[in-house]
């Protein structure tokens, strides 16, 4: 039988590990080299970092990301060179990626496969360049969904601030056949939340997506995450904030999707 995976995903700005809400707000946090010690600790299915650095510019202002005596990163690029270098998971990297050069150059560093969004939406065919390239198992599209309702959702790109007039479950279900892998599967206005996943959403796409679904966006308590795959349909339940914030989250959350009956890893 499959078993489902928990994956944490780590969003950056301008090198700092942040807290998101509503992709508009963000809490630094901290270092994100460093916090790959803590999920190795804890045996972590995945890791996804998404780099969310407005522009092209990349000025960390910091001087602590490799370790004491280490050379400051000066582009994201950097930071996912060093986290690939002390993570013992498989590691998603995903912002900024518009070329076949900008995948390539993710996985050459050591991520095992690269996340799309913006991109995707402007050309599908990259979609399809890509999983020709590197496989379709190394390509995960990004699907950030604002709305409330079957009638209201709507793909939106660059950030989640621009509307594509596009519906998730046929984007989605595009996507899959250009060639991607996995979906990830992202509530934008459930982000930081708390509410829990929104379920009619996940469920939606799940029921016509013929690829798995990493369901993302507004966990708030451990009880959410079974919910997205027992309700949603999903293959993988991920989160951000809440495993930054509690003490032994992951460990704690896997307890509780088993105590559910749920099969993870």
């Given amino acids: 039988m499959l078993k489902h995976r928990l994956i944490p995903v780590l969003f950056l700005k301008h090198g700092w590990l942040v807290r998101s809400e509503g992709f508009e707000h963000h809490q630094n946090l901290g270092n994100p080299v460093v916090q790959v010690d803590r999920y190795n600790a804890w045996n972590v299915d995945e890791l996804i970092y998404i780099d969310i650095t407005p522009g092209d510019s990349y000025d960390t202002k910091r001087d602590d990301l490799g370790g004491v005596g280490s050379?400051?990163?000066g582009s994201f690029l950097d930071i996912v060179r060093l986290v690939a270098s002390r993570s013992f998971m498989p590691l998603t990297v995903g912002g900024k990626i518009r070329t076949l050069e900008d995948a390539r150059?993710?996985?050459?560093?050591?991520?095992?496969?690269?996340?799309?969004?913006t991109q995707a939406?402007?050309?599908?065919?990259?979609i399809t360049i890509c999983a020709r390239e590197f496989g379709s198992q190394a390509v995960v599209v990004s699907v950030d969904v604002r709305g409330s309702s079957t009638e209201s959702y709507e793909v939106y790109s660059h950030a989640a601030r621009t509307a594509t007039g596009r519906k998730p479950a046929d984007?989605?279900?595009e996507a899959a056949q250009r060639g991607a892998g996995e979906i990830l599967l992202n509530a934008v206005d459930r982000d930081g939340a708390g509410r829990g996943y929104d379920l009619e959403l996940i469920a939606g796409v799940t029921a016509v997506c013929p690829v798995p679904v990493i369901a993302l966006g507004?966990?708030?308590?451990?009880?959410?995450?079974?919910?997205?795959i027992s309700i949603g349909g999903a293959q993988a339940a991920a989160a951000g904030n809440i495993f930054n914030f509690k003490e032994h989250s992951y460990p704690l959350a896997?307890?509780?999707?088993?105590?559910?009956?749920?099969n993870v890893r």
């Fill in 71 to 73: 050379v400051n990163p």
């Fill in 105 to 117: 150059q993710r996985l050459r560093l050591g991520a095992d496969k690269i996340t799309i969004n």
């Fill in 121 to 126: 939406l402007l050309d599908p065919d990259f």
């Fill in 171 to 173: 984007w989605c279900v």
């Fill in 218 to 228: 507004g966990v708030g308590d451990f009880g959410h995450f079974g919910k997205a």
């Fill in 254 to 262: 896997k307890r509780q999707m088993k105590k559910e009956g749920v």
